[in-house]
């Protein structure tokens, strides 16, 4: 393939008398340039969601991630040591609920100075750092 060949221009006169000399033309002499639409990555702004839609796919997600998490089994573990169950559970909500503010106020911070792909980079390295220790402690065994 030619590094300095022209790119396909694909307007309907060129293209026509393009596609009259395909015979005579190389196919590996020409470049094209075609645009690739990604469904992630689009030009056109996105549709809001509602709040219902926001909450629900939050509540699903924290939901799901937390079952069986060390913090859970903490709570069950002060709740069944304790006489006060229902003090035990507003401890721990109110713990949860702290953090998760935290997690918005700080995200809502970097959200306006930072772009979002720095941000998912950053979270990324975060995520395999958490996973390398992790898997660290386990392998000290």
Do not use: H, Y
Not at 13 to 20: F, K, M, R
């Amino acid at each position: 393939m030619k590094l300095d060949a022209k790119p396909l221009n694909f307007s309907t006169s060129e293209t026509e008398s393009q596609l009259d000399l395909k015979d005579e033309v190389d196919c590996n002499s020409t470049t094209a340039l075609v645009e690739v639409s990604s469904p992630l990555i689009s030009d056109k702004p996105q549709k809001p969601q509602t709040p219902r839609v926001i909450f629900a796919t939050t509540f699903l997600t924290i939901f799901l991630a937390e079952i069986g998490d060390k913090t859970q089994l903490s709570t069950l573990l002060m709740s069944a040591e304790s006489q006060s169950p229902w003090v035990v559970f507003f401890g721990s909500a109110a713990a949860l609920v702290t953090t998760s503010l935290l997690g918005v106020v700080l995200g809502s911070w970097m959200a306006t100075r930072f772009s979002p792909k720095i941000v998912e980079k950053a979270a990324g390295i975060m995520l395999l750092l958490i996973s390398l220790m992790l898997f660290w402690d386990v392998a000290q065994f």
